[in-house]
């Protein structure tokens, strides 16, 4: 290489920025005393279900609201919005992640009033992937992620960073275990092996099965 010749690590840069902003998302989640959750997953495996579910419950005793993140369609988030809660969505015409501008930006339209009293509830659904959003923190409180029965139980070895990052995993869709070929016991193994202080939820959006625990403990995290 030449004595001019220079390397540029773009990656680092963009991340750099991305977390400077999201630092200041995090001071104004705090500012608004929102509780802040960012929920990955793969497409399908059921995070819109999930909050569909949980929402209208959380809502008896809290405000709630939902940045929601899709490559093309406002489907989610019109889905979303018929729960009551607060919902602003982000359509990132192909960009694989939501980064912490755009949750900056739609944070600030969602105009959320300090609330005096239990604190509020802001879900982030990002966008259906477990590689590219799991490198762009956006001032979240807590990282979560769903694992759907459907896919393969060797998943947590396969994206690790997702579910390293992780404060609680959901293993969803457990009606359908008995159709499929997914060994749950080997799943929480996996993902203890990453990430050992995991909360771990069985449970089905369909069913209501696990549901209850999954809310006594975003309500106590949220406190």
């Not at 969505?89 to 944070?107: N, R």
């Not at 404060?167 to 799943?187: A, C, E, G, Q, W």
């Not at 092996?193 to 099965?209: D, H, L, Q, V, Y």
Request: hydrophobic share 40%.
């Amino acid at each position: 290489m030449g004595k001019n010749f220079k390397i540029i690590t773009v990656e680092r840069d963009v991340l750099r920025k991305n977390n400077d902003i999201a630092l200041l998302n995090k001071k104004a989640f705090d500012e608004s005393n929102a509780h802040c959750i960012n929920l990955l997953s793969s497409p399908g495996s059921g995070k819109t279900s999930i909050l569909e579910v949980i929402i209208p419950r959380l809502i008896r005793g809290r405000n709630v609201y939902v940045i929601e993140g899709d490559v093309e369609t406002p489907n989610d988030g019109l889905r979303i919005e018929k729960t009551g809660a607060g919902t602003i969505q982000i359509t990132t015409l192909g960009s694989c992640h939501l980064d912490a501008g755009m949750v900056e930006k739609a944070f600030r339209e969602l105009d959320i009033r300090k609330s005096e009293g239990p604190r509020s509830m802001l879900f982030i659904e990002n966008v259906g992937n477990l590689v590219c959003p799991a490198s762009f923190y956006l001032g979240e409180h807590l990282n979560g992620v769903v694992l759907s029965v459907t896919e393969g139980d060797d998943k947590p070895l396969k994206y690790p960073k997702a579910f390293r990052n992780a404060h609680f995993i959901m293993i969803n869709k457990t009606d359908l275990l008995p159709y499929v070929d997914f060994d749950i016991s080997r799943s929480r193994e996996y993902i203890l092996k990453i990430n050992p202080g995991a909360r771990i939820f069985e449970m089905s959006a369909k069913t209501g099965e696990g549901i209850d625990g999954l809310i006594a403990w975003l309500n106590e995290m949220a406190r």
